[in-house]
């Protein structure tokens, strides 16, 4: 079969094929523990089932406008000037397939051929392929003392003459780090001085612990108009538990969101208007389920980190956020594939390989599942590894 150079170059997401094999391993009854999943278990907000079941009854299922449905950019005004203090225009917002299809058509309208995008690492999976699909090229800033917040000098010193966006995703995928204000504050000042788009990635911008607030990173902008380069991404998925409904944005200027707009049009259309309803319903609806699932994941995280503490050759950074912790394991194997399929064949965890976000020898452990799952997790972990801790 002869396909075409670009499909020959993508692999699938390596997460999202995880997924897959513990819902195989478990309909054959194995007693797997997926620690590989990205999203929380929690049940969606009622106030967005609602939503989508009212609109499904009604029976209006149509097409959408390929930027959004109105209500749906309404209560995203009111999120931008919530939590970024910035009046945005229904002309500055586009709603996705996600805030992987809002990231990706982006991309594809920043983007020539050869072009770079940079990106800290460890970063999210898609970004290289991304960068891949539009022609570009991926550009991954490793952290020069293997610490996971990256410094400006580090990322200053990889641009050049092709680099036209930077992307930056805090609290991060995989490591949990929040990067400081002053970091934000740096990277944000350095794109608008050399004339690069910014693109920040806050899809966890609210799964934050020990009294963290979100950072806002518009506050540091001096271009505060059209001129601005800075596209702010979000979406329901990890904040709201409603991975499944696949809604997700960008607020960025108006040019900017034509173009993605015209892009998203020929694509998909935009996303179902049954899920672009039920976002409403998470958005304007009771916010208690926000801070729960917060509340939550960080007493997840507080277990796994001790337990995990107790292993001698695991190096634990402790996250600021998100569900994931990011364990250096290479005193144990040095090959990540390696020991992430040692643990499936021997004790039924499923991980992630820390090379597939950029960084060998690392292992992605997700706490987003049960104290009863975090717990025995770890014990397994612990007893393929290292018997002895
Ligand atoms: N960005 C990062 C860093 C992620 O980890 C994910 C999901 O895993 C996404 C974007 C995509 O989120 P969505 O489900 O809204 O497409």
């Given at each position: 079969?002869?396909?075409?150079?670009?499909?020959?170059?993508?692999?699938?997401s390596?997460?999202?094929?995880?997924n897959?094999?513990?819902?195989?391993?478990?309909?054959?009854?194995?007693?797997?523990?997926?620690?590989?999943?990205?999203?929380?278990?929690?049940?969606?907000?009622?106030?967005?089932?609602?939503?989508?079941?009212?609109?499904?009854?009604?029976?209006?299922?149509?097409?959408?406008?390929?930027?959004?449905?109105?209500?749906?950019?309404k209560?995203?005004?009111?999120?931008?000037?919530?939590?970024?203090d910035?009046?945005?225009?229904?002309?500055?917002?586009?709603?996705?397939?996600?805030?992987?299809?809002?990231?990706?058509?982006?991309?594809?309208?920043?983007?020539?051929?050869?072009?770079?995008?940079?990106?800290?690492?460890?970063?999210?999976?898609?970004?290289?392929?991304?960068?891949?699909?539009?022609?570009?090229?991926?550009?991954?800033?490793?952290p020069?003392?293997?610490?996971?917040?990256?410094?400006?000098?580090?990322?200053?010193?990889?641009?050049?003459?092709?680099?036209?966006?930077i992307?930056?995703?805090?609290?991060?995928?995989?490591?949990?780090?929040?990067?400081?204000?002053?970091?934000?504050?740096?990277?944000?000042?350095?794109?608008?001085?050399?004339?690069?788009?910014?693109?920040?990635?806050?899809?966890?911008?609210?799964?934050?612990?020990?009294?963290r607030?979100?950072i806002?990173?518009?506050?540091?902008?001096?271009?505060?108009?059209?001129?601005?380069?800075?596209?702010?991404i979000?979406?329901?998925?990890?904040?709201?538990?409603?991975?499944?409904f696949?809604?997700?944005?960008?607020?960025?200027?108006?040019?900017?969101?034509?173009?993605?707009?015209?892009?998203?049009?020929?694509?998909?259309?935009?996303?179902?208007?049954?899920?672009?309803?039920?976002?409403?319903?998470?958005?304007?609806?009771?916010?208690?389920?926000?801070?729960?699932?917060?509340a939550?994941?960080?007493n997840?995280?507080n277990?796994?980190?001790?337990?995990?503490?107790?292993?001698?050759?695991?190096?634990v950074?402790?996250?600021d956020?998100?569900?994931?912790?990011?364990?250096?394991?290479?005193?144990?194997?040095?090959?990540s594939?390696?020991?992430?399929?040692?643990?499936v064949?021997?004790?039924?965890?499923?991980?992630?390989?820390?090379?597939?976000?950029?960084?060998?020898?690392?292992?992605?452990?997700?706490?987003?599942?049960?104290?009863?799952?975090?717990?025995?997790?770890?014990?397994?972990?612990?007893?393929?590894?290292?018997?002895?801790?």
């Amino acid at each position: 079969m002869s396909l075409s150079l670009i499909a020959k170059s993508i692999s699938a997401s390596p997460t999202l094929a995880l997924n897959e094999k513990a819902q195989i391993l478990r309909q054959k009854g194995e007693p797997v523990i997926n620690f590989s999943v990205g999203e929380p278990r929690s049940r969606a907000p009622l106030d967005s089932i609602l939503a989508a079941v009212q609109i499904l009854n009604s029976g209006e299922v149509r097409y959408t406008p390929p930027d959004g449905i109105p209500d749906l950019k309404k209560a995203i005004i009111r999120y931008t000037e919530e939590f970024y203090d910035r009046k945005v225009e229904p002309e500055n917002i586009i709603v996705s397939g996600g805030a992987k299809q809002a990231i990706m058509v982006a991309l594809q309208s920043i983007l020539n051929p050869q072009e770079e995008v940079l990106y800290p690492a460890p970063y999210w999976v898609s970004y290289p392929e991304m960068a891949k699909l539009c022609g570009g090229i991926g550009v991954p800033v490793p952290p020069e003392d293997g610490a996971f917040y990256p410094r400006i000098q580090d990322i200053e010193r990889k641009v050049g003459s092709y680099t036209k966006a930077i992307i930056i995703n805090s609290p991060n995928n995989p490591s949990g780090a929040v990067y400081s204000e002053e970091f934000i504050a740096d990277i944000v000042d350095f794109c608008e001085r050399r004339d690069l788009y910014l693109i920040m990635d806050d899809i966890y911008h609210r799964l934050i612990f020990d009294g963290r607030k979100p950072i806002n990173p518009w506050m540091y902008a001096k271009k505060k108009d059209e001129n601005s380069k800075m596209i702010i991404i979000n979406g329901v998925s990890k904040q709201y538990a409603m991975t499944g409904f696949r809604i997700g944005w960008a607020v960025a200027n108006k040019k900017l969101i034509e173009a993605m707009t015209n892009i998203q049009s020929h694509q998909s259309g935009g996303p179902s208007v049954v899920l672009q309803r039920a976002a409403v319903g998470a958005l304007n609806g009771i916010q208690s389920s926000v801070e729960n699932l917060r509340a939550t994941l960080e007493n997840n995280r507080n277990v796994m980190v001790d337990l995990l503490r107790s292993m001698e050759g695991a190096k634990v950074f402790v996250p600021d956020g998100t569900f994931y912790c990011f364990v250096d394991f290479s005193a144990y194997e040095k090959s990540s594939h390696k020991l992430s399929q040692l643990l499936v064949d021997k004790v039924m965890v499923l991980t992630v390989p820390g090379v597939e976000f950029g960084m060998e020898g690392f292992i992605r452990l997700s706490f987003a599942g049960s104290m009863k799952e975090i717990q025995e997790g770890v014990e397994r972990i612990k007893w393929a590894i290292d018997p002895n801790a």
